[in-house]
Structures are given as structure tokens and as C-alpha cells.
Nanobody, 119 residues
Framework: QVQLVASGGGQVQAGGSLRLSCAIS????????MGWFRQAPGKDREFVAG????????YYPDSVKGRFTTSRNNAENTMFLQMNSLNLEDTAVYYC????????????WGQGTQVTVSS
């Protein structure tokens, strides 16, 4: 199994940027895919970025494409989410999650970090 710790949230003005981090520990060699999700109050959890861990291929939903970028530092087993041009609708708790090889879902989750975008 793996352990995930998300950090980097905070308050930012609309139009600003923020970078989140996700530290990954444990059996990192078993990670197949990593993802970033968010959940705003009263709304369902929403996927915002994904990465196939071994090759580093990334993908995004249309809602954030061109504004959000996920990357990694392999040496430090850390994943990042760079968020630019933030708007009020981006306010949410952001989570990183891991899907391990031979599993079908994101079964491991970080604790979440709050991102608040103000006008």
C-alpha cells in the first residue's frame, strides 16, 4: 500500500496561481496511476488531473485543460498540480489519489488540502 500527503492549499485571488504537492510513500513501485480530485461544498467529487505513473502521461477534463498541469519529481516521489488562472469555481478541497497495479480504482487517498479563490 501507499500513503499520500497533500499540501500547498491556501487562499488566492481570482486569476492567480497555486501549486499543490502530493508526497507519496510506501510501496511506490506498485503505483499505476495517480490522480487529483476536488470536492466543493454540496457538490460531487470531481476529477481534475491524472497521470500514468510509469510513463508520466497526463490527461485532464475539459473544465481545467489549459489551466491545470500535473507533474512529478520521481526522485522525491512527489506529484504536483500547478493551477493557473484560478476562478471562484475552483474553490474546493483538493485530494490526490493513487491506483495501484492490478486494481481498478483509486483506492488510496491523501487527506485533502483547501483551495479558496476569492474575488
Amino acid at each position: 500500500q501507499v500513503q499520500l500527503v497533500a499540501s500547498g492549499g491556501g487562499q488566492v485571488q481570482a486569476g492567480g496561481s497555486l501549486r499543490l504537492s502530493c508526497a507519496i510513500s510506501g510501496r511506490t513501485s506498485t503505483v499505476y496511476r495517480m490522480g487529483w480530485f476536488r470536492q466543493a461544498p454540496g457538490k460531487d467529487r470531481e476529477f481534475v488531473a491524472g497521470m500514468y505513473w510509469s510513463e508520466g502521461a497526463t490527461y485532464y477534463p475539459d473544465s481545467v485543460k489549459g489551466r491545470f498541469t500535473t507533474s512529478r519529481n520521481n526522485a522525491e516521489n512527489t506529484m504536483f498540480l500547478q493551477m493557473n488562472s484560478l476562478n471562484l469555481e475552483d474553490t474546493a478541497v483538493y485530494y490526490c489519489a493513487a491506483q495501484l497495479v492490478r486494481l481498478n480504482h483509486f483506492d488510496y487517498w491523501g487527506q485533502g488540502t483547501q483551495v479558496t479563490v476569492s474575488s
